[in-house]
């Protein structure tokens, strides 16, 4: 199995602030054909199924807010939030779905400080 | 649209079989290059992917659980059925169905989810 390991676990920024969280995979999730990285993040909410944010690691879905980014390649990914707004209180996952076996991290808590 | 639903029940015995259905429409899976998932979370927990059914009837498991798994679907109806047998208190989770598609070569993650339904395994 790919292992994703994200950290914090949890992480509590003001409001305005940046937000940072980070996924790292047991192995590379670069996909040859077109050089891209098989990564996505998740957002949930109590409640509520997870939604996607970012794919291919940087890509953001239709109606996603851009203070919402995704970078990374190969085995190292980061989600940013530029300016939290009260609205990003969630958990959030990154998710690999290079491999047959898809997995996910233990997601990271983002709270308001 | 897209719209995804789970449905079966909410309370079983610890060793009986569950059968949850996914009744889903916007999509059809008859269509080349679409494929519904099953996700499960236990409470408070991350999230597990169970199995995956696609368009061509070719179905992945999780290998750990892959002898207790069985996905199947039903084209006429738009639903997607998961098995899973020999319940245990540990399977208690919120079980999800989502869909994915394949653009040209490349496949996107699940992008549409159903609600969710929590199933307790418990005597």
């Known amino acids: 199995d790919i292992v994703m390991t994200q950290s914090p676990d949890s992480l509590a920024v003001s409001l305005g602030e940046r937000a940072t969280i980070n996924c790292k995979s047991s192995?590379?999730?670069?996909?040859?054909?077109?050089?891209?990285?098989?990564l996505a993040w998740y957002q949930q909410k109590p409640g509520q199924p997870p939604k996607l944010l970012i794919y291919?690691?940087?890509a953001r879905e239709s109606g996603v807010p851009d203070r919402l980014s995704g970078s990374g390649s190969g085995t190292d990914f980061t989600l940013t939030i530029s300016s939290l707004q009260a609205e990003d209180v969630a958990v959030y996952y990154c998710h690999q779905y290079f491999d047959a076996l898809p997995t996910f991290g233990r997601g990271t808590k983002l709270e308001i400080k | 649209q897209i719209t995804l639903k789970e449905s079966g029940p909410t309370l079983v015995k610890p060793t009986q079989t569950l059968t949850l259905t996914c009744t889903f429409s916007?999509?059809?899976?008859?269509?080349?290059?679409?494929?519904v998932g099953w996700i499960r979370q236990p409470p408070g927990q991350a999230l597990e992917w169970l199995g995956t059914?696609?368009?061509?009837?070719?179905?992945r498991y999780r290998p750990s659980l892959k002898s207790r798994l069985t996905i199947t679907k039903d084209t006429s109806k738009n639903q997607v059925v998961l098995i899973m047998t020999n319940m245990d208190p540990v399977d208690t989770a919120t079980y999800f169905c989502?869909?994915?598609?394949?653009?040209?070569?490349?496949?996107?993650?699940?992008?549409?989810w159903g609600q969710g339904t929590l199933v307790t395994v418990s005597s």
């Open positions: 291919w690691a940087s």
């Open positions: 192995q590379s999730l670069l996909y040859g054909s077109n050089n891209q990285s098989y």
């Open positions: 916007g999509f059809s899976l008859n269509t080349k290059g679409v494929g």
């Open positions: 989502a869909y994915r598609r394949r653009l040209d070569i490349v496949w996107r993650p699940f992008d549409y």
């Open positions: 059914i696609y368009w061509d009837d070719d179905k």
